[in-house]
């Protein structure tokens, strides 16, 4: 659509993120997936390092135990905790679950959610300190 | 008419004289049940005629009087005064849409925007006045109304930074009511509307920051109605990859 007369187009502001508490929050969220693939990565390392054999892995586990990787897994954590909370905080407004011609209130998909979280956690934790 | 009184720090863009936005300060008499809109309007009819801002029905259902409120975008013929009184009250036009004049913004962007989407009943063939309405019944008008509150006031667009950032991005009320549509147990213009819908402008620019359900005077949830159709597309995207030879 072509307009003929004189318009101002303001500019977002590059802090435009700190002028709300919902704004930042939201890039806190998008921040935790930096976190989170760093994670991947060291992971990625570890297990090539395990397949390089027992030395390999144990000067790779001394390594990733130094202060500095202990702080960095501790926030790493609490990013991936906070970004787990927020993503399945939506799962219901998200995802519709028909049940026939019911319609499963949006607040027991959220629960549901975050009961299959702590379930399948739990299996995992028990497997890693129980099983292996 | 009480002796307190409220000072209204409006935005003056006048392309005739300035090049870029300024403020001028007003002081306007303090009414418990005045709104925003009570007080603009006093503004113009008793302190300065050459004041510009958009309104209409002063309950809610017009969406023409969206403006920034103290930086948050509001209807303000729903924003009371005493919610705000006795600190000064800044009044912005709406966020990220180019400035006419005043308080009033250029929305042809989102009208060109809302027409692509085809918000309205699309149907493969059209069936003779003579045989009737299509029918609906209350569940199936269920599933779609809260998306079919929409009233284009674009606080949404207002509160949403992709926009800002962005402003290819079809948006959250466009989008909201092209889920509307897709929803609706008459339509059959899925197809069309998702060719905008799930462009590279459409539901993939949102990042979900959801600030346009947290605005919107309607509940309508836009938000929520992008990131279905994120799992809608990306369900049907999978279904004719692994089934080619099934119906979408």
């Not at chain 2, 309405?133 to 509150?149: D, G, I, R, V």
């Not at chain 2, 799930?198 to 359900?213: D, K, L, Q, V, Y």
């Amino acid at each position: 659509m072509s307009q003929s007369y004189e318009t101002y187009k303001p500019k977002l502001s590059p802090t435009w993120w700190l002028k709300s508490r919902n704004y930042f929050l939201f890039m806190m969220r998008e921040l935790s997936s930096v976190f989170i693939a760093a994670f991947v990565i060291l992971f990625l390392y570890q297990l090539f390092a395990l397949a390089e054999g027992k030395e390999a892995y144990a000067a790779c586990r001394d390594e990733l135990t130094t202060p500095g990787f202990v702080v960095f897994y501790a926030v790493a954590f609490v990013f991936a905790l906070y970004h787990t909370i927020t993503w399945l905080g939506v799962m219901g407004r998200v995802q519709v679950v028909r049940m026939g011609a019911f319609t499963v209130p949006p607040k027991l998909v959220t629960a549901g959610a975050f009961v299959g979280f702590f379930f399948v956690s739990a299996v995992v934790g028990y497997i890693f300190l129980y099983v292996l | 008419m009480s002796d307190k009184t409220i000072g209204i720090r409006v935005t003056r863009f006048r392309p005739e004289q300035e090049d870029a936005p300024t403020e001028q300060v007003y002081e306007v008499p303090y009414q418990e049940d005045w709104v925003v809109l009570d007080a603009l309007n006093y503004i113009k009819d008793h302190i300065d005629g050459t004041l510009s801002y958009r309104w209409s029905c002063r309950m809610g259902v017009c969406g023409s009087c969206g403006m920034m409120v103290n930086g948050e975008p509001k209807l303000t013929c729903a924003a009371f005064l005493k919610d705000y009184y006795p600190n000064e009250l800044v009044v912005q036009p709406l966020a990220h849409f180019p400035i006419i004049r005043d308080l009033v913004v250029d929305i042809d962007d989102f009208m060109d925007k809302l027409k692509a989407v085809q918000p309205w009943i699309i149907r493969e063939e059209e069936k003779p006045v003579a045989e009737g309405e299509y029918l609906q019944s209350p569940a199936e008008l269920k599933e779609f109304k809260q998306f079919s509150q929409c009233i284009n006031c674009l606080l949404c667009y207002a509160a949403c930074p992709v926009y800002g950032l962005e402003d290819v991005f079809v948006g959250p009320a466009a989008l909201a009511l092209s889920y509307r549509y897709n929803l609706d147990s008459r339509d059959e213009g899925y197809a069309q509307r998702t060719v905008v819908a799930a462009s590279s402008e459409g539901i993939w620019e949102c990042t979900f920051i959801g600030e346009c359900s947290v605005v919107c005077p309607k509940d309508v949830d836009p938000a929520a109605a992008i990131q279905r159709t994120k799992v809608e597309t990306t369900t049907n995207w999978f279904k004719s990859f692994l089934m080619p030879w099934g119906n979408k």
